[in-house]
């Protein structure tokens, strides 16, 4: 019981230490791969010509239980007091309530590229990623993690938990993209698109609590009078599993002009992009999973097991655990672990208010079952004003995490050319406050925005001369 309690914790302190979605760039018009991580059919019909990704890279961090709170400084200040050795601040319990969660995403963005092919838009790119989720953590459970075990207004009483559940894994994805524009008729245009992804695994832990009735009787003595539980573990290394993810989706536009024949990035099209007046977009992302073919894991089912001192119980390896669970009623143990990628469905509205200046709402809803070793998405909705033109662009997205109505995340992001920096939490770099959640991205790419179809010789300014060469419209032109 000491090493998952232990293990919870961990994972939570340091949720509180470190983009999830990137709401800033994710309905832009010049986000590029941004926006085909929500929604695959995005591509279809980009708005530049080609895009190349140099680098990027994403940090998201949001927690229900603690806070890093009675700070002195900004964020920045903190973390450069940190670096130091002289940060100020301190941990403190921000809800223990019950059900608390908590998630941790960090992704490096190594080469990527795509390119519109007509109708059709193709790209490719890989990154690195890192995801955690803890969920179900119960009040009685919240309030043993931060205290300690030697919490005393607990002790004595007996608690049952059946909900517990930490998952995280880290591996290498190689992504592929296809988008599509289906049909373009009148002022409608309809588009789908799909990822496909070979994700090489590096380390994996899991833990499930199916059931557990404890009591904690005093600061040395645990009795855990009933458990039920799934493990597993990868350790780290280059190529410690593999696995196979995709990601489907489709968007609606309500175009301004007619969208009869058009082509993405060809003269016929007058080599502009087809503005909308709204686009609604449906998504399923990170479908699949990684096995972990030398993994460990297994099952427990103990009855009653007493501990003497669980402040003096070493659990650092499976040997460990043999010996810990030895008077179990049920042990059982096997090679290789699966772990689910962090699945959602999403929703995408985008609506353009006037000109360049445009609103956009997001809905991002995790799929993932109770009895699965899947990595939890964290739920969302965002409301995101934004004005964009080819070279600059600005966001400012709200944000509600878990759907929790009393803290909103306020973000901003700003785009010159293709260097893109935002956060879609940005108050803890303002002021002063508890922060219980952090998030920050940024990328450097390389924009084409004119095709080789589009960039033809044109004709002198001026009155067309008797006997020149340049050309001027036919008057009839069946003639």
Known sequence: MRALVLLSSSLLVHATACGQERFGITHSNFGGADATYLNPARGAGQWPFADVRLLGADLFAWNSLVAWGNRDQRLVGELRSGIAGTTGGELVLRDASGNNRAFIQANVLGPGF?????????????????????????????????????????????????????????????????????????????????????????????LQIDAIDYTVLDTSRLVVHEASARYGFAMPAIQAGGGLGADIGIVYERTLEEADGYMPHRSSGGCDPLRYRYRIGASLIDLGGIRFRNGVAGTISTGSLHIADYNRVPVNDVDDLDSLFATSTNWSR????????????SLQVDYRIAGNACLALAAVQQVSGRGGLRIRRANALALTPRFETRYFEVAAPIVLHEYTLTHPSIGFMIRLDGVVIGSDHILPFLNRRDVHAADIYFRIRWMIFRSPFCKGKRSRPGPHRIGGRDMIPCATPND
């Not at 296809?178 to 698109?193: R, T």
């Not at 096997?334 to 469905?345: M, N």
């Open 334 to 345: 096997e090679q290789g672990l699966s772990v689910g990628l962090p699945t959602a469905a």
């Open 114 to 206: 795509s390119i519109a092919l007509g109708r059709g838009t193709i790209g490719a790119g890989i990154r690195a990623r890192t995801a955690i989720s803890v969920t179900g953590v119960s009040s009685p459970l919240g309030n043993f993690i931060f205290h300690g075990f030697g919490y005393a207004p607990q002790h004595g009483i007996r608690y049952q938990d059946d909900r517990l559940r930490a998952v995280g894994a880290a591996w290498t994805e190689f992504g592929i993209n296809y988008a599509h524009i289906l049909k373009a008729e009148g002022f409608s245009m309809l588009s789908a698109g799909i990822g496909l992804k070979y994700n090489l695994g590096h380390a994996a832990g899991a």
